[in-house]
């Protein structure tokens, strides 16, 4: 079993529609989360970054963070073609400095 | 906005043959990783450098990889010789410290044949 399992997708939802992307995750020492947006054949780009269980705010997206059931979401509101990506959770524990990244969820929003 | 910048951005080589992938660091980050991309999948830790030491190599594939990052700045990573599994791509990241999140670069995306 993987240390942290994402749904591979592909997700496709219409123009404007709430987007919610997931990632479980078995080690409890992780303590810092991300969430990476990558489009094609491109590095991936910084989306979201929180420490802890909780919710975090940025614009269209929110994290959430729910370290008791080892899970962890992305909402995106009012979605935009622009959005069409692969999105990369990411996560880490305190002493490491390792990133162990999910699979990626690839997202088309459909005009 | 300052970025992690590779090069090159493609690389195409033949099953045998060395490959060379080059990084430059944000300016004033001492923390720099290797991560290599199947298509499909997520990003996996190669080797990560704290300045100019070796933190974790335990995902290198020391046979055929290698990996310096001489004066503490800019960072070379090797394979020699190249397989066909090699295929990927190879990404570069750096953060200035603990408790910060950690900037990608544009990645090299290695075809061998």
């Known amino acids: 079993q993987k240390e942290v399992e994402q749904d591979p997708g592909p997700l496709s939802v219409p123009e404007g529609a709430i987007v919610s992307l997931n990632c479980t995750y078995s080690n409890s020492a992780f303590q810092y989360f991300m969430w990476y947006r990558q489009y094609s054949r491109k590095g991936p780009e910084l989306l979201m970054y929180?420490?802890?269980?909780g919710n975090k705010e940025d614009g269209r997206f929110t994290a959430q963070v729910d370290k008791s059931s080892k899970y962890i979401s992305l909402f995106i509101r009012d979605s935009q073609p622009s959005d069409s990506a692969t999105y990369l959770c990411a996560m880490r524990d305190f002493g490491n400095e390792k990133l162990t990244f999910g699979t990626g969820t690839r997202l088309t929003i459909i005009p | 906005e300052a970025e992690v910048a590779q090069s090159p951005r493609y690389k195409i080589t033949e099953k045998s043959q060395a490959v060379a992938f080059w990084c430059d660091p944000i300016?004033?980050?001492?923390?720099l990783y290797w991560y290599r991309q199947i298509l499909g999948q997520g990003p996996e830790l190669l080797v990560q450098?704290?300045?100019?030491?070796?933190?974790?190599d335990s995902q290198l594939p020391k046979d055929r990889f290698s990996a310096e990052r001489l004066k503490g700045v800019d960072s070379t990573l090797k394979i020699q010789p190249a397989e066909l599994g090699d295929s990927a791509m190879y990404l570069c990241a750096s953060r200035t410290g603990s408790n910060t999140e950690a900037f990608f670069g544009q990645g090299t995306r290695l075809t061998v044949v």
């Open positions: 300016s004033g980050h001492a923390t």
């Open positions: 450098f704290q300045d100019e030491s070796v933190v974790d």
């Open positions: 929180t420490y802890s269980s």
